[in-house]
């Protein structure tokens, strides 16, 4: 999608690690209308997939899947990254590494909000080495749901966790792949 190319190339920044700073429109300060844009192609890319849920994790992924979840008419769950008193009752939980903070997390999401009646299509800001999608497509499984796919605002394709979920098969839309990252330049997949 050239228009997610295009707001990187204007508003991102690049720091050190490889990590890409997308807080003017995405992570801390949220660029609404540039948000609709997003979320309506995501929609359209799943529209025909029957999905009935959406699933993200806290906290970066839950505006761009709600955005989602309003345009597609289903609801959202996120996945909560530490156990909380207002979680009771069976969890499906999974382990996950994250690349950003340098530390594993478990996420975990309650049995009453997947179930294996569902289709559920994975949403997130970023896709890097995969951790998080892993972890959610574990929590997918352990409801014995149904997994549409995931639609991600920028894949990190250099980090190579997107080439490896979609040669397990699953279907991975994002809207703007990095190949390669410098300080000055920034090389998106054609
Ligand atoms: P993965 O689990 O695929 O390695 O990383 C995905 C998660 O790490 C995303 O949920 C995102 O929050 C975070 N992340 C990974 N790379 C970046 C990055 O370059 N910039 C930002 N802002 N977050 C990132």
Redesign the pocket.
Known sequence: MRFMEEKIRAEGKV?P???????SF??QQIDTAFLKKVAEAMAQAFRDSGVTKILT?ES??IAIATAVGLELGVPVVFAKKHKSSNVDGAVYTAE??????NTSYTILVSSDYLKSTDTVLLV????????????LTELVEQAGARLAGAAIA?E?GF?G??DALRAKGVRVESMAVIDA?TDDAIVFRS
């Open positions: 720091l690690g490889q990590i890409l700073k997308v807080g995405l992570n994790i970066s992924g996950v590494y994250s690349y950003t903070h997130d800001d970023f896709l890097a080495n995969g951790k998080a999608l892993n972890g920028i990190k980090q966790g997107g990252m």
